[in-house]
């Protein structure tokens, strides 16, 4: 007989039958869990699919290779589920939460998060980990019955990884938290977590390959250089993409292992006896070794410097920042230069809220885009010689 997998998760995990629900009541999975719908309706999301074209660092023209919001969201989930696994807890949930976590961001990664924020900013401002929760609530249109993806009160929760009071007391039950200063469950504090590892090491893989900085720039970063040395010990021969993915391999292991073992003696020190006794504990307890905290800064300070601030990236930024602030300003002139379904979007959260409802609309529309639909749009609305 088959040991269902539920059974071994510690009492102070997500479990499925001790779930807060969902906004709109429906009846129960016959041959899932709930958090397995939950991970389903993500992964058939149109926000999902849209992930494939958005940025991480470069843009979609840049390159096949490079990471994208969708490789980078699998990449965060692989690493959330061995470390939930390791610690027993809710590896369905963990997975859900990591799936969906970028699915309000813009198009052109940050450098499209910060001009729409620049220009949402007399409207409320724009946050994408606020948008992605307003996807799964309200924007997605798959269901007769209602909005969005109606999910679990612990997927919503984990999603919301950080959010103003203002914000908070705006949103209900997932808002609760930051009014009260509690914690998220463990599993959303391992996605949160995980997908600081993921972006940290992928980004300096992909900054090598692009050529942004060579293999002596990244033995500069500490962590990078310790793991290179034993490499080459093991491997003196080896070179090239082998050596970067070996190294970048290595250097996720130790995070993920730290990571690991220093949660298991948090949980173990602070002995919570559920999940609400996780939520009232007065720090995080997925943690990282305070050694191994001032090495993630470092590879932090590092990337900023290196990567970031890099003046092909700092082009590809002001591109960005150029095409999302213009159709917005157009988009906000004449709304009705946007498809049907925005137009009407942008009508009725004018009459419910005045200018910042048509914002809202203006703001969602282009949130939702590519890449590469961004550029295609911004080209058909200002380029005469362009068709519509």
Do not use: W
């Amino acid at each position: 007989m088959k040991l269902n997998a539920y059974m071994q998760l510690a009492h102070y995990a997500a479990h499925d039958e001790h779930s807060r629900g969902r906004r709109y009541q429906e009846n129960k999975p016959a041959y899932r869990s709930e958090f397995q719908r939950d991970r389903d309706r993500i992964v058939h999301s149109t926000g999902f699919r849209r992930l494939m074209y958005k940025t991480q660092v470069f843009v979609n023209q840049e390159g096949d290779l490079y990471r994208t919001r969708l490789t980078h969201s699998l990449e965060v989930a692989q690493i959330a589920r061995t470390i939930a696994r390791a610690l027993n807890l809710n590896e369905t949930l963990t997975e859900a939460i990591c799936l969906a976590h970028d699915l309000g961001h813009t198009p052109f990664g940050h450098a499209g998060q910060d001009a729409l924020n620049e220009c949402m900013r007399e409207y409320g401002g724009f946050e994408h980990n606020l948008q992605s929760l307003r996807i799964v609530d309200e924007l997605e249109e798959r269901y007769a019955e209602f909005n969005g993806l109606n999910l679990s009160f612990e997927t919503r929760e984990g999603i919301l990884k950080h959010c103003s009071l203002k914000n908070a007391r705006l949103l209900g039950d997932v808002g609760e938290r930051f009014i009260k200063r509690e914690q998220p469950s463990l599993e959303a504090q391992v996605a949160n977590l995980a997908d600081e590892i993921a972006y940290n090491n992928h980004d300096l893989d992909d900054g090598l390959r692009a050529g942004l900085i060579s293999l002596e720039d990244a033995k500069e970063s500490p962590v990078f250089n310790a793991q290179y040395i034993s490499v080459m010990q093991k491997y003196p021969t080896l070179s090239g993409r082998r050596l970067v993915s070996e190294v970048i391999r290595r250097m996720i292991d130790q995070v993920v292992t730290d990571m690991v073992d220093t949660s298991r003696q948090a949980i173990a020190q602070a002995a919570p006896e559920s999940i609400d006794a996780v939520r009232q504990a007065d720090k995080p307890l997925i943690q990282l070794s305070a050694e191994m905290q001032e090495q993630h800064i470092a590879l932090k300070r590092f990337l900023r410097e290196r990567v970031y601030r890099h003046y092909r990236v700092l082009r590809m930024t002001n591109k960005a920042h150029q095409v999302v602030e213009s159709l917005f300003t157009k988009f906000m002139q004449a709304p009705e230069l946007m498809p049907p379904e925005h137009q009407q979007a942008a009508t009725r959260l004018q009459q419910e809220l005045g200018d910042a409802g048509r914002a809202r609309a203006v703001a969602d529309y282009i949130a939702g885009m590519t890449d590469r639909y961004a550029v295609l749009e911004h080209e058909r609305i200002f380029d005469p010689a362009k068709r519509s």
